[in-house]
């Protein structure tokens, strides 16, 4: 190996090097402080169907629980079926939606359509005819699901994948009374053509957010001895990788975990201890979880007091809550899918006219200001009888 000759020169003012001096070490007067701190930019769930369902609906209790309670407020509404103005009280459309299927009522039927809504945006029905008359209607996985753009714009068929095999329906007519096999519901998308954009996925932020305050807590419970801070050596060298090696596996086994938690750490070597982390009132974690659960109900349009997040929950505020839910959230997710079901199956019967109405004498909620409405319109002698019905929302008698 060449080695090049090197000539050392003291600075003016420091003394000169001894001819056979050891090689200078660089020092640092921090050496003696280690700290164990990692700045990374923040994590946020993906934004779809999968991800979206498993970090929401699955595993964070305020999502699932605003998810379920509007779906299942949906399914409760009962529907009064219309052709024009005139109230049908037999129609083979309202036996189909009063049994979709074998193996789901038509509770459980709308129900599922609007947790899929909540979920992901979209909601698919397969309609199955037999010899030309639908006989079942199926509730189908959102992302499972693909939209097939037409040529001129709006969707000509749809394919479902499941299990390696995909499907295609296509939507072409095919003369009078025909009924598309697939029915798309999709809320709002300012940025898509043909997938709607989920509630959930407007609530993203605040659900990271709460679930990294639960995650939080977790770890304080199973860690709850663990320090954090940083360990001084005041010694004049540094540790060897022995002793390093050494001290983390004695924190590890003897003053981590929630067995230890509590228990006193013995410094001796020239240790010292000192404690970098925020305190949990400082952080003030309990607060940020309510503010996001509070988030996450405002993307659902569920009042945060019908969850149990702290606030003014008084009876007469409860009961003003739950009319808000279902006059702001409920109702109309029930009425759009009520027109877009009688629209999608109307042809099937020869008709074009038919609407799907929630029926709001039957909803608990609303009965003091339905009374009050039956009142008025009880006490207008100007209006017939045909009139008074359709005033309180029923179609006329035939």
């Avoid at 996450?296 to 009961?319: K, R, S």
Wanted: aromatic share 8%; proline share 7%; glycine share 10%.
């Amino acid at each position: 190996m060449l080695r090049l000759p090197f000539t050392f020169r003291a600075r003016a003012g420091q003394p000169e090097m001894p001819p056979n001096a050891p090689p200078e070490a660089k020092a640092s007067r921090t050496q003696a402080l280690v700290a164990l701190i990692a700045g990374h930019r923040p994590r946020w769930t993906p934004r779809d169907y999968g991800a979206l369902a498993r970090e929401g609906y699955q595993r964070n209790a305020v999502a699932h629980r605003c998810v379920r309670l509007v779906a299942e407020a949906v399914g409760q509404v009962s529907f009064t079926l219309l052709e024009g103005g005139r109230e049908l009280d037999a129609h083979p459309l309202g036996e189909l939606l009063a049994q979709p299927n074998p193996r789901q009522s038509g509770t459980a039927f709308l129900e599922a359509l609007a947790a899929h809504l909540m979920i992901a945006g979209n909601a698919y029905v397969e309609a199955v005819a037999i010899g030309g008359e639908v006989r079942e209607l199926h509730v189908l996985r959102p992302d499972r699901m693909r939209v097939v753009p037409g040529g001129d714009g709006w969707a000509e068929a749809y394919e479902y994948t499941v299990g390696g095999r995909a499907v295609r329906f296509v939507q072409e007519g095919r003369g009078a009374g025909h009924v598309p096999p697939i029915l798309h519901v999709a809320l709002f998308n300012p940025l898509d053509d043909y997938y709607g954009a989920p509630p959930l996925e407007a609530a993203q932020i605040a659900l990271d957010l709460h679930n990294a305050a639960g995650a939080w807590n977790k770890a304080l419970l199973d860690n709850a001895a663990r320090p954090s801070g940083a360990l001084v050596y005041g010694g004049g060298t540094n540790l060897s990788d022995e002793q390093f090696d050494r001290l983390k596996e004695e924190l590890e086994a003897n003053f981590s975990g929630a067995a230890n938690a509590g228990r006193p750490l013995l410094l001796e070597g020239g240790l010292d201890w000192r404690p970098l982390s925020l305190s949990p009132k400082d952080m003030d974690f309990l607060e940020a979880k309510n503010a996001a659960a509070r988030e996450i109900a405002l993307a659902f349009g569920v009042p945060p007091m019908m969850l149990g997040i702290p606030g003014d929950a008084t009876y007469a505020n409860y009961a003003e809550a739950s009319r808000v839910l279902w006059r702001q959230t409920v109702l109309p997710l029930a009425r759009r899918l009520g027109a877009e079901l009688a629209g999608w199956l109307a042809p099937a019967y020869g008709a074009a006219r038919l609407r799907l109405e929630p029926d709001l004498d039957a909803i608990e909620a609303l009965g003091a200001e339905r009374e009050a409405l039956w009142r008025r319109v009880g006490e207008a002698t100007f209006l017939t009888d045909d009139e008074k019905r359709q005033a309180v929302g029923y179609g006329t008698r035939e």
